[in-house]
């Protein structure tokens, strides 16, 4: 049940879009379509941006997508937003019918 | 309104027993699997334990199997986690999560409870 790699940090300044990747191996990412996104501002808890690896929930912004290659999945803000700075989760599924999230990604509107 | 409400948190000795709770309404708790998730301080989101809609099928991260024991009443709108042997490392903030429902995500989220493990 190792964490799925996210990078650390990334910023962007407002109307640029920028990408945030998430690998893992074959039992998980690589090998379903489960992969979900959450946004996470200080002090609240979560909230799903994207789930099956590019589906956007009713009211989430379709300034929000995401795609999945091989073993990397990727959420793509375009047009970004002051409100957007928050950290991002994914999270895939995997063969041992467990969930497991990445570390993390601070976002950082500039 | 669709609302996940935890309790239960607090502040226990290692070696410690805590039972959390999280209360469901504004949906049909008995038709959803609904998860634990945790976060320790400063740290990322960590997946502990889920239980589908008809208590059949439970899982458990392995860090906490053998420990935690995850439970849910349907007639009561209840998610219960059970929390024994409680480590230094288990201090976190305790998210209840519903599933989307036909597929693998967390949709709903409660607020979280604080859990602290010291002496």
């Known amino acids: 049940q190792s964490a799925l790699t996210q990078p650390a940090s990334v910023s962007g300044s407002p109307g640029q879009s920028i990408t945030i990747s998430c690998t893992g191996p074959?039992?998980?990412?690589?090998?379903?379509?489960?992969v979900s996104w959450y946004q996470q501002h200080p002090g609240k808890a979560p909230k799903l941006m994207i789930y099956?690896?590019?589906n956007r929930p009713s009211g989430v912004s379709n300034r929000f997508s995401g795609s999945k290659s091989g073993n990397t999945a990727s959420l793509t803000i375009s047009g970004l937003q002051a409100e957007d700075e928050a950290d991002y989760y994914c999270s895939s599924y995997t063969s041992s019918s467990v969930w497991v999230f990445g570390g993390g990604t601070k976002l950082t509107v500039l | 309104e669709v609302q996940l409400v935890e309790s239960g948190g607090g502040l226990v000795k290692p070696g410690g027993s805590l039972r959390l709770s999280c209360e469901a309404s504004g949906f049909t708790f008995r038709s959803y699997n609904i998860n634990w998730v945790r976060q320790a301080p400063g740290k990322g989101l960590e997946w502990v334990s889920s239980?589908?809609?008809?208590?059949?099928?439970?899982y458990y991260a392995d860090s906490v199997k053998g420990r935690f024991t995850i439970s849910r009443d349907n007639a009561k709108n209840s998610l219960y986690l059970q929390m024994n042997s409680l480590r230094a490392e288990d201090t976190a903030v305790y998210y209840c999560?519903?599933?989307?429902?036909?597929?693998?995500?967390?949709?709903?989220w409660g607020q979280g409870t604080m859990v602290t493990v010291s002496s």
């Open positions: 074959t039992s998980d990412v690589g090998g379903y379509s489960y």
């Open positions: 099956d690896v590019s």
């Open positions: 239980i589908s809609s008809s208590s059949s099928y439970i």
């Open positions: 999560a519903r599933d989307l429902g036909g597929t693998w995500a967390f949709e709903i």
